[in-house]
Each structure stands twice: as C-alpha cells, then as structure tokens.
C-alpha cells in the first residue's frame, strides 16, 4: 500500500504541470486498477516472472549491456548490430517499472537498480548517450555519422534512443519514486533541447518517439523547452529539400519518415507503420497541450485514411514488408501482410490518444480489435516466444520470405518483445477513464477500481468472463448517494459495425441485442459516441448488468479489397478467428466456408491455456492419394482464436476463407503437387 500510495501522489503532483490545457478527459492510472480476470491478469503474471527476466537475460547475452559497460569504459568495440539496440534495455526497464507497481519485487528492483548505474556510467559528461558513438568516437556505427546528429534524419536514431529512455525514466519514475535513471533522462533531455529546436538546430527525427518521451517529462518537471522541443520536431516535418518530392519511392521522396508534407497537410497514413503511429500519438500529446487545432485536424484525417482504407481485420497495420510501412489505399494484401507487433503497440497507444481528444467509443473499438488480435498474437503462450511480422496465411505452396511461420525466442532486431514487455503491465490503465462527473468504461476484465468523483471515492467491481462471454457485471459504490454519469462503451461488433469505416461488414444482422438493467431492472438508454449514457443518482451497491450477444459472425471485405474478394473472416466478440492446420487435418488453406455453414461455440479449458473454438463441417478441397484430381468433401473444421496461432508448431494458417471454389491453380513443388483457391 506504501508504493501505491507514493506513485498516486506522484501522479498527482505532476499533474499540475498540464492543468492549464491538456486531454480533456484523462485515464484512470493503471495502478487504480486491480486486475482479477482470467485473461489478463495471467498475462500480467507471466510478463513479470517470464517475459521480462528472459528480456534482461537476452539483453546481457547479446552484448547490449555489454555495450554500455564498454561505453562507460570508453573502450572497445561495439557490438550489437543496431545502433538502436540501447532501447532494448530502455524498453525492458520500462516494462519492468510498471510491472514492479502491480507486482513488488526487490531482486528485479536491484537489477533495474544495478542496469541503471551502467546506463548513467555510460552517459557523456554533457548528457549524450549513445553507446554505438560513446564506445570509439573515431569510428562510430556506420549509421551514425562522423559527427553527432548528422545523420538523425535517417539513419542514426539517435533522438530514437533518447526517446526510448525518456519515456523508461518515467515509468521508473512513477513506479519507485526514485530519479536515478529520471536524471540521467533530464540530462540528455536537456542537452536536445540546447541542441535542436527554434533557432538552433531544424531537424525531423527519422524514427520518432522522442516527442512522446519529451512530453512525459514535460509532465513531471514543467518544463516548458521539453514541450516546446517535442513542437519543434513536429513542425519539422515536411521542409527538408533533399528529397525527391516527384519520386514514388518512399526512401526517396520522404514519405518513409512521415517527411514528405508538414504534419499540418498531411491527410493519409503513409511510411513505416511504427514511426507513423508514435508520431501521431506525439502529436495528439502536444496537440492537446498546446491547443494546437490544426496538428488535432491532421491526425483525424490521417486516422480516417487508416481506418477505412488501410487496416487489417486483425487489428494490424503495415501491410508492406518492403520498409515495414503502410501501402497505398486499399493495399491490404494477405500473402504478404506484414503488420509488424510494433505497429500495433503504436496503434493502441495512438488510438487511445484520439480517445482522449474526442471520446469516442470508436477509436477504443479500434484500439480493442489491435489489443486482443494483432497485438496479443505477437506474444507465444510461454511468456518468451513472439512474432515480429503477424502473417494472415501461411500456406504450404507459398510464404513471404519476410514473414515468420513460427514464433523466435529474440530477433537481431529485437524492437518487438522488449515493446511488448512494456505494453502488457499498462493494459489496466486503458479500462477506465474521466472527465468531471464523466466516467467512461472503456474496456471490459474482472477487477477494481475506485475513482474520484466530486471529491469522493467511487468504487467500480467489474464481474465477467471477457472476451469468452459477454454477460458484464458493474457494482457502482460511491462513498454516499450521488448523481454521475456511467458511460459504458458498447463495442462497435455488438452494434453490427466491424470497424468504424466500410472497410469491413458483418455478413447477415445479428440475432443477439444489447441489454441493459440496472439493479435487475430493465433501463432505456441513450448510444451517445458509442456510449450507453447511464445517469442517476447511484447508491453503494447499484448493479449494473450488460449483455452483449456474443454471436459467431462471419465478415466480408470492402470490393476494393482484392485479396479479400469472395472470402469471409470468421469473429466472435473482439476475437478474429483464424484455422490452423493442426487442428484440420494438417491443412488449413484448403478450406471453404460457404454462406450456408453453421457455427458451434465449444469451450476448451485445456487448449491453448483456455479458449473457445468455432466448429463447423464445412468444404474442404482435397487431392487423391495418386496427385492426378481434386475434390470437394465436408470435413469437420476447428477455428482458434488469432492470437493463439502458432503456439503447437509450425504449420498453414488463414483468416480470410474462400466460399467457393473460382478456379484452381496446379503448384508444383519438391515433387509435390498442392492445391490453392482463387
């Protein structure tokens, strides 16, 4: 109770700093929320006793902490591959930070404590730190440039790095109350801002995060260059002369780097996903700080360019394994999606921004669909395993080369598990939300929360089975009787929407409604933003009890979508569904789903640490036993939840389904013959 109540009051008296402009409404801190569930909490669990010791472990067996012990050193030779690979450690700290605030620690303290000298050991009397330069100065990472910053714009990701620290030290901060990697962070921080900014230095940072981190520590000291710094990087964008505006490669013309137009006329998501998505979630936070009117309408734009022309069914983003980027409009291609968990992680975090500038339930459903799909499918069972790219199919006859088929312990670039090691300790602080006598329930777990509402505390106990079942329970307890709003997100798959845009729709209306009562009693309500607006005068113990149709639904693509044309994905709830070929027979690319199959719902507590599947008997495209003819018979299939995929070995998976047979196209491969569908 003693750290929790320090990290409340640090985040109270930081606060005060942003109180003059800032979101309108704010997150309920993750802290505030007490997981009890049986999907998350288990996660939370296995990220601390699992995922982040490994992430550490890996991180001194690669030589990233080796890195820093030899730049404080000021000797030897660096040698990791990346210059980058510093905000592995930054990023596991981060995790970790968080994870000690649900889950008290003092061996992984001592270690963060431990790591923590190295860094600072590591960090140049002036605050640089940047191990790959910091080593030998003489002969820096070929990235890097003869000289610092030289090559910010593209290649060094040194602003990369400071951001990644910036936003571990706050974390660290928060969670512990201590400043020893706070101030190495103010160090460096302070630096940037005498280096870069109005008058001085006028650069666009090649992979952004550093506004987002500049803004955090805006937020704890009040200092107003962080905020005018993380502007300045923004506004930077779109006024270089050294790219070919005319050419239509993204390296050339800027676009990689979100470079190619001022943010402020920007209107569509182009370049690498995970760079465009930290710096829209950057320029939501200096938007909302500043009041910035203009940077709030280019991201709107951008988000609806996103949502409805370049957006995966699974929640991903990045279509392009060329540049890990966005493709044109409607460039949403299966055999080679590449929708890295990165982007994801930036697409929650930017969606929740834009949540916070409008609160609109739609940028939660968004946010959900990534959360549950593309996101959670980056992450093994085991707590050590992930994907880097999260394919839609793997087939036998063919698999990008750039797209994994199963799940690796570490990568040579290992920017995904270490985010998602941060990610995982921060879903609490995504559930609820607040502005005045508003309190929004964004996200749905067994847990509690109290929250302040007219300077009393309210207590919320959410009660369910989520995602598996949509029976929700809220027991709403203000210390005495008094009138607030209760807004309750009812997600966009329960109202009939797949996603906020015609990019997807369900096939055929749902059977199920919404239902609402409040102390058993039925209640009309009002959908204001994709809200149930509940307002009364609430006494301790008022119940609330939602019922969302948790129906077997099959969706069909936009026409723009050609990869999709003819095909169905399969949902229930928040969860996409996909096969897999270990549970169909050792095929799962064969099969068809026409409109006439029937779905059963069937929960399996011992598969794939619990889930329910989707049964059907449904089509299946064979070849003889002599490789001479195909054909057609009604097979039993088995469909899993997305993010479970690739948790039983290797082998073919889909999401989107052919319903019928257009043609066949002979493959032959190693002597084999295999069929595909058209």
């Known amino acids: 109770m003693k750290k929790f109540f320090l990290l409340v009051c640090l985040t109270a008296s930081t606060a005060i700093f942003a109180q003059q402009k800032d979101y309108g409404i704010q997150a309920v801190n993750f802290t505030r929320v007490k997981l009890t569930d049986q999907f998350w909490l288990p996660r939370l669990k296995t990220n601390h006793a699992v995922t982040i010791p490994a992430s550490f472990e890996r991180c001194q067996n690669t030589g990233r902490v080796k890195n820093f012990e030899m730049a404080a050193a000021r000797s030897g030779s660096f040698c990791t591959k990346f210059p980058f690979d510093d905000t592995d450690i930054y990023k596991t700290i981060e995790g970790a930070s968080f994870s000690l605030a649900l889950f008290p620690d003092k061996k992984l303290e001592a270690y ?5 000298r190295k860094v600072g050991a590591a960090q140049e009397p002036d605050g640089y730190l940047y191990t790959s330069r910091t080593i030998d100065p003489a002969h820096p990472h070929a990235w890097s440039g003869k000289e610092r910053w030289e090559k910010e714009r593209d290649m060094s990701h040194e602003l990369y790095n400071s951001g990644h620290l910036y936003e571990a030290a706050a974390a660290h901060y928060y969670a512990t109350g201590k400043k020893s990697l706070l101030n190495i962070a103010l160090k460096n921080a302070d630096l940037v801002c005498s280096v870069f900014g109005p008058g001085k230095r006028h650069v666009a940072p090649g992979h952004e995060i550093v506004e987002m981190g500049l803004v955090k520590l805006y937020r704890i000291t009040g200092k107003k260059e962080y905020l005018e710094t993380a502007k300045d990087f923004i506004e930077a964008r779109g006024h270089y002369d050294g790219y070919d505006t005319k050419n239509k490669d993204p390296f ?6 979100q470079d190619n137009k001022p943010v402020t006329g920007q209107d569509e998501a182009v370049g690498h996903a995970v760079r465009a998505g930290y710096l829209y979630s950057g320029v939501a936070d200096v938007a909302a700080l500043t009041g910035d009117r203009e940077m709030v309408q280019a991201i709107d734009r951008i988000w609806e360019n996103m949502v409805s022309k370049k957006f995966y069914v699974n929640g991903g983003v990045g279509a392009v394994p060329g540049g890990e980027r966005f493709g044109d409009n409607y460039e949403l291609p299966n055999a080679t999606a590449y929708n890295e968990t990165c982007a994801a992680i930036a697409n929650v975090f930017w969606n929740h921004r834009m949540f916070l500038l409008h609160g609109d339930a739609r940028y ?3 946010l959900e669909r990534s959360l549950y799909n593309g996101l959670l499918s980056g992450l093994g069972l085991d707590g050590k395993s992930f ?8 087939k036998n006859s063919y698999t990008h080369p750039a797209l ?25 602080g995504y559930m609820y939300a607040q502005e005045g006598d508003n309190v929004y329930v964004n996200l749905f777990a067994s847990s509690t929360t109290e929250i302040i509402v007219h300077n009393k505390p309210v207590s919320i106990v959410q009660q369910n089975n989520y995602p598996w079942d949509g029976a929700l329970t809220f027991v709403v307890s203000p210390q005495s009787a008094d009138p607030f709003n209760l807004l309750l997100r009812i997600p966009g798959w329960a109202q009939d929407q797949v996603v906020p845009s015609d990019l997807y729709q369900f096939a055929g209306a749902a059977s199920g409604k919404v239902a609402i009562r409040i102390n058993g009693q039925p ?14 005068k609430w006494k301790n113990g008022d119940v609330v009890k939602v019922d969302l149709p948790m129906e077997v639904r099959t969706v069909t693509a936009n026409e723009k979508l050609a990869a999709d044309a003819g095909k169905v994905a399969v949902e229930r709830g928040p969860l996409v569904y996909c096969a897999e070929a270990i549970d169909n027979g050792g095929r799962a690319a064969n099969i068809l789903l026409p409109a006439s199959a029937r779905y059963n719902q069937e929960v399996k507590p011992e598969m794939l640490n619990g889930v329910v599947v989707i049964r059907t008997v449904a089509p299946v495209v064979q070849v003889s036993s002599d490789k001479t003819s195909v054909a057609t018979s009604a097979r039993p299939v088995t469909l899993i939840p997305y993010y479970a995929w690739a948790n039983r070995g290797e082998g073919e998976m889909t999401v989107w389904f052919p319903q ?4 066949i196209d002979i493959i032959t491969r190693s002597n084999n013959t295999s069929t595909s569908q058209k």
Request: hydrophobic share 35%; charged share 20%; glycine share 4%.
């Open 523 to 536: 209640v009309d309500y009002t959908i204001q933003k994709g809200y149930a607006v509940l307002n009364r």
């Open 364 to 366: 939660i459903d968004v």
């Open 387 to 394: 994907f880097y790219s999260n394919a839609m199919e793997v």
């Open 660 to 663: 019928q047979v257009q043609d």
């Open 404 to 428: 994994e088929r199963s799940r690796a312990g570490w990568f040579e670039c290992s920017c995904c598990p270490t985010n998602l090691v941060r990610l995982l300790p921060s879903v609490p």
């Open 112 to 116: 963060m404590d431990t790591l923590i």
């Open 252 to 257: 050339r013309n800027g676009s990689y780097w």
